[in-house]
């Protein structure tokens, strides 16, 4: 039953807009039983979630999400069943953190000298005063009229060669690799068909990331076509990893898959939950 696992998901910690005990029923209501809760470079959100998903009965899986840059692109590692305590952990979040701060009030200004004002206080709003990042200024550009969704605001605006865009080095992909791997956790490639990458480029994406100890591609992701889907299923088939299935649900406003409707992992996938590492965390 694969169709209880949900191992992608993000809470008001990071960019979601439902709490965790928000998060952990609605994956209550779509049937999911284990459930990783990956916000953005911060843990904050995992022990609310774990006193909801225990008071109903859902299995917690504690997670992460750290940003990376690779090759000039922003590469996003999922790690999984970390211990959020570790130390070393810790001081790599806070790294990324002192950059998302600087990163922040950046796009404001250039936004601003775009002759669009005020972006930094409306995003700390929609942020409510926990991690900002992209999400929370397109929020406010497309509730300003700027673009018509979130698709088309991230085109026009915050990505290279346009307006709020703003260069910068998240964490290598080794570093982020160890801090995993020294909480405890299982690294996992988040999304990999979103990442404007060659077949080369991406070959060898998968390449260092195995070699820097990453065991899991996530196969099933919200944002992943059929096309997708059977596309990574055979590439962690490859390369001998591990297949993840994640929604990245942040919410119900989100343009991707509800948790409800995401699709199985093909039958050829060895999911990451049969890892020899991986702890049983499901709800009895
Ligand atoms: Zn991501
Ligand atoms: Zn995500």
Known sequence: MQSVYDLHAHTTASDGTLTPTALVETAVRCGIQVLAVTDHDITAGLAEAQDAATQRGVGLVPGIEISVTWAHQTIHIVGLQIDPDCRVLQEGLAKLHAFRVWRAEEIARRLEKARIPGSLDAAKSYAGGKIISRTHFARFLVAQGYAKDMKQVFKRYLVRNKPGYV??????????????????????????????????????????????????????????????????????????????????????????????????????????????????????
């Open 167 to 284: 260069p910068g080095e998240w964490a290598d992909l080794e570093e982020a690799l160890q801090w995993i791997h020294q909480a405890g956790g299982l690294a996992v490639l988040a999304h990999p068909a979103r990442y404007p990458l060659s077949g080369q480029r991406l070959r060898q994406l998968l390449t260092a990331f195995r070699e820097a100890g990453g065991v899991g591609l996530e196969v099933v992701s919200g944002s992943h076509s059929q096309g997708d889907i059977l596309r990574f299923a055979e590439l962690a088939a490859h390369y001998g990893f591990y297949a993840s299935r994640g929604s990245d649900y942040h919410g119900p406003e989100n343009a991707y898959a509800d948790p409800a409707y995401l699709p199985a992992l093909p039958p050829q996938c060895r999911p990451i939950w049969t890892h020899a590492q991986w702890a049983d965390c499901t709800a009895t």
